[in-house]
């Protein structure tokens, strides 16, 4: 602890907070959580112009090891499609475009409804969602932090 608070210790460079539960290999703290949810979700059906209009689910894995993530979309009028898959590496980011994104059967996300979606990972990781909606000639962009229950 740093004046009683989490935070870094800056001689080491490692992010500390005393949680033993936490920690990952080689005893550093794993940042992020393994469940997200983003409620508000619409692949907008058309496009205007060069820009093609998209939503992107994106992930950035601090840790030492790959993450296997699941994609489970929510909608108002139909049972749940679940069969999402993606993969981030450790240390690295991934921006899973869900314009070009299928199922284990080949399906691709609907266009034109809306749905949510909850993101599962094998591992700890931050979730943000951005989408492009170019819909119309003066274009819309928008990003915000996934939601975690964890």
Same mark, same amino acid.
């Given at each position: 602890?740093?004046?009683?608070?989490?935070?870094?210790?800056?001689?080491?460079?490692?992010?500390?907070?005393?949680?033993?539960?936490?920690?990952?290999?080689?005893?550093?703290?794993?940042?992020?959580?393994?469940?997200?949810?983003?409620?508000?979700?619409?692949?907008?059906?058309?496009?205007?112009?060069e820009q093609i209009s998209h939503e992107a689910v994106c992930v950035l894995n601090l840790?030492?090891?790959?993450? &296997?993530? /699941?994609?489970?979309?929510?909608?108002? !009028? =139909?049972?749940?499609? *679940?069969?999402?898959?993606?993969?981030?590496? &450790?240390? /690295?980011?991934?921006?899973?475009?869900? !314009? =070009?994104?299928?199922? *284990?059967?080949?399906?691709?996300?609907?266009?034109?409804?809306?749905?949510?979606?909850?993101?599962?990972?094998?591992?700890?990781?931050?979730?943000?969602?951005?989408?492009?909606?170019?819909?119309?000639?003066?274009?819309?962009?928008?990003?915000?932090?996934?939601?975690?229950?964890?």
């Amino acid at each position: 602890m740093l004046n009683g608070r989490k935070g870094y210790d800056l001689a080491g460079l490692e992010l500390y907070d005393g949680d033993k539960e936490s920690k990952g290999k080689g005893g550093k703290r794993m940042i992020g959580k393994t469940i997200w949810l983003i409620p508000d979700g619409y692949l907008p059906a058309r496009s205007t112009g060069e820009q093609i209009s998209h939503e992107a689910v994106c992930v950035l894995n601090l840790g030492e090891e790959d993450a &296997a993530i /699941r994609l489970t979309f929510y909608f108002e !009028d =139909r049972e749940p499609m *679940d069969r999402f898959r993606s993969f981030c590496g &450790a240390r /690295r980011t991934h921006h899973i475009r869900l !314009d =070009r994104l299928t199922d *284990d059967e080949g399906n691709p996300v609907p266009v034109g409804v809306p749905y949510a979606i909850q993101v599962e990972s094998s591992v700890p990781v931050v979730v943000q969602h951005s989408r492009l909606d170019t819909s119309q000639e003066a274009l819309a962009l928008f990003t915000t932090m996934a939601y975690s229950p964890e």
